[in-house]
């Protein structure tokens, strides 16, 4: 029998010759709608799989170089090989504009169509087996970036987020991210495990390296030999030991039985109990109130229990003072403002050693009828000189000794001190008691000679009284006395007189004649050296508080500057005593204009305030930090700006029933321009997939599809 249709040769009329197409072929899927042949179907899957399809060029020269987006498709009817290749235009990471990159070589054989279809021409999906990823060459690449590489987002600061499973909802995470083998950034040391506000919970390792530190199970150790904790202070409830030393709860032991300080100073509010202490240093020093058995040390204090103190047949020594209600030596005790003999009818006597004297330098009494005064040979009796005690002084005939003064008692009488025979009278230094009164000799009874010291030019030590008249002219500039003399006026001596006169000096003596002025130093310290001094020179303005030292380039209207050759420093550093003190540049009232500057402003802090000024044209740029809220400010002339981020935090309470909330009232942040999380409290901070829409500028509304668990939940927001 032969069929109508055979499938290899036709054998009658009724057959047809004809090819027929793939759209010929009907197919449809709910996923493609339109669908409803082979042909459309494969054209839908090619719109989606690649939107961006551009149309096909002869070679790679062809490409166009401008003109293209991002992820655009070209066919390469020929990449060089005589077959087809498909390019798109990408930027990928290091790459510092947008190029062709080859994706597909269309080599393909009819047998391994499908094949060479799963294989190479969906590259845009994770290959669960492996895929290496070309270079713009079309060849594997290399190195650290070898294999596949994911990305979570197609622009900046947007994350790849990996979930377990998607099973888990908004709870407890069950599942886990695993990795099968180990995980190493690609570029060493620029890249973070976690943020300082989003960090793990827990991480279990066997050990952690961290530059040359190891920390094991038990054991933290670095290769460098030394760990430094800085400042922090360390806290423990076990023991501690290093060395021979331990350390545990109230006591420090070591296995050598001993623990040595060294030269270090220890110090304790608390008690010291010990054995015994031995002090092996120069001195030791011990708190008032020490007790040494019924001895007690206190400031300024030693007393005993006891009531007595013994030092033995020690001798006491003191450059100090000794205050005693009582003091007994030999026979001689001295008891409040006594002092007596203890044996019957015993006497005292008080002597000076040598040719030493025995002064009394307080008022004298004599309470006994008479008394004597025995020196030598030679015998006083009260009653050859009368003595009035009358406080302290002593009267003796007409002669009054008080205090300092000597004075006559009889009305105008002359005091006479008169020396035996050819006796002076020596003195260190004689002055009238009241300024201008008083005479030195007097009419009839004149001086003889006045002895100065090398005084005069002819070989010895007298001027006569007509010499010393010489000087009577001082006070004019001329012998007959006609001209006075003026203020600054030094005295020259006139041989044409013969007496000495006031002149102006600068006719008599040039400045170059005077000794003492070394070359280069100009002699005179008090004035500056325009060519410098040795050792350097000081400058100070003034001379009591508050005064200034002012340098001016020129007198002239037209300005200069003050030009400065070397480094200009502060004479001290600045210290820090609840705030800064030290030397400012400019002050509140006079601060510098422009300031211009090509090197490092070193330590240089922003003014701060506690509250921000106000805004002005004419600050502006001006910057300041806000200790209260910890942000720094510029001044834009209409507004004081923030500088980085703005912040706004607040924790908002849900009841379990609500699913939407409000937020109004919002300044710390422009909310249309914010980025917001909700972020559960109760379960570590977990940030919840919900929607925030920005209604205004000063308000959000949160809206879900079912009600949050009752409790509390924070909303962020950052500009």
């Known amino acids: ?17 004809y090819k027929h197409s793939l759209d010929d072929f009907a197919y449809s899927n709910e996923a493609m709608p339109g669908v409803s042949g082979l042909e459309s179907a494969l054209d839908y899957l090619v719109a989606v799989l690649y939107p961006q399809s551009q149309p096909a060029v002869a070679d790679v020269a062809s490409l166009p170089a401008a ?30 504009a947008a190029k062709w990159y080859k994706i597909y070589d269309l080599d393909w054989g009819t047998d391994s169509i499908l094949q060479q279809f799963m294989l190479k021409t969906q590259d845009i999906y994770v290959k669960q087996y492996g895929y290496d990823d070309l270079d713009s060459s079309g060849t594997p690449i290399a190195g650290s970036l070898a294999g596949q590489r994911i990305y979570g987002g197609a622009s900046a600061s947007t994350h790849l987020t990996l979930y377990a499973n998607s099973g888990d909802g908004t709870g407890p995470q069950t599942g886990f991210v695993q990795f099968g083998d180990n995980v190493r950034p ?108 019924n001895l007690t040390l206190a400031n300024g204090s030693i007393t005993d229990s006891s009531g007595t103190i013994s030092f033995g047949d020690e001798n006491l020594t003191s450059t100090g003072t000794g205050t005693f209600s009582q003091v007994t030596g030999g026979n001689i005790r001295i008891s409040a403002n006594e002092i007596r003999a203890l044996n019957v009818n015993g006497s005292i006597g008080v002597y000076a050693d040598g040719t030493g004297t025995i002064d009394f330098n307080s008022p004298t009494r004599v309470v006994s009828a008479s008394f004597d005064v025995t020196s030598g040979n030679a015998t006083f009796s009260q009653s050859i000189v009368a003595i009035s005690g009358v ?23 002359d005091l006479i001190i008169a020396p035996n025979g050819s006796g002076l009278i020596s003195t260190s230094g004689i002055f009238p008691t009241t300024d201008s009164v008083s005479d030195l000799g007097k009419s009839g ?29 001082i006070f004019f500039r001329d012998a007959a006395r006609t001209q006075a003399a003026q203020a600054g006026d030094a005295l020259f001596y006139d041989g044409v007189s013969g007496t000495y006169l006031a002149s102006v000096p600068d006719s008599e003596i040039a400045h170059a004649d005077l000794s003492g002025l070394v070359a280069g130093d100009g002699g005179h310290t008090q004035f500056a050296m325009l060519a410098g001094r040795a050792g350097g020179q000081t400058i100070q303005g003034g001379t009591v508080g508050f005064q200034n030292l002012t340098l001016e380039s020129t007198s002239h209207a037209s300005k200069g500057s003050i030009i400065a050759k070397d480094n200009v420093r502060p004479f001290a550093a600045p210290v820090y005593a609840a705030g800064w003190t030290g030397t400012d540049l400019g002050s509140g009232g006079a601060g510098w204009n422009d300031i211009y500057s090509k090197g490092e402003h070193i330590g240089l802090r922003l003014e701060n305030v506690g509250a921000n000024p106000s805004a002005s044209a004419q600050n502006l740029g001006r910057l300041v930090y806000n200790t209260a809220d910890a942000t ?28 939407s909330k409000v937020i109004s009232g919002i300044t710390a942040v422009d909310c249309t321009k914010a980025i917001w999380q909700l972020k559960n409290n109760g379960v570590d901070f977990e940030t919840m997939q919900v929607p925030i829409k920005a209604t205004s500028t000063s308000e959000v509304t949160i809206t879900l599809g079912y009600p949050l668990p009752a409790g509390t939940y924070r909303l962020i927001g950052m500009e």
């Open 391 to 413: 406080g302290s002084r002593l009267d003796v005939d007409n002669v009054q000794i008080d205090g300092n003064t000597i004075a006559t008692l009889d009305a105008n009488g």
């Open 445 to 473: 009874n004149v001086w003889n000679s006045l002895w100065l010291d090398g005084s005069v030019t002819d070989g010895t030590s007298a001027i006569l009284a007509t010499e010393l008249l010489a000087l009577r002219n």
């Open 632 to 659: 720094a400010y510029v001044d834009t002339g209409t507004a004081m700006s923030r500088l980085g981020s703005k912040r706004h935090e607040v924790d908002t309470s849900w009841d379990g029933i609500v699913t």
């Open 67 to 96: 003109g293209n987006t991002i992820n655009d498709m070209r066919v390469v009817s020929d990449d060089g090989d005589g077959k087809a290749a498909s390019y798109r235009w990408e930027q990928r990471e290091g790459d510092v």
């Open 186 to 293: 690609i570029t060493d040391s620029a890249f973070d495990f976690g943020t300082t506000s989003e960090r793990w919970q827990k991480i279990w390792t066997d050990a952690i390296e961290s530059g040359t530190l190891l920390a094991t199970s038990g054991s933290i150790t670095d290769s460098s030999g030394a760990i430094d904790f800085g400042d922090e202070n360390l806290s423990t409830t076990g023991g501690l030991t290093a060395g021979n030393i331990t350390i545990s709860g109230d006591d420090i032991t070591s296995s050598s039985g001993q623990v040595d300080f060294a030269d270090e100073n220890l110090t304790t509010t608390g008690t010291v109990t010990a054995n015994s202490v031995t002090a092996t240093g120069a001195a030791s020093s011990f708190a008032t109130a020490t007790t040494v058995g």
């Open 1 to 17: 029998m032969i069929f109508q249709h055979q499938r290899f040769q036709i054998w009658n009329s009724s057959q047809h010759p």
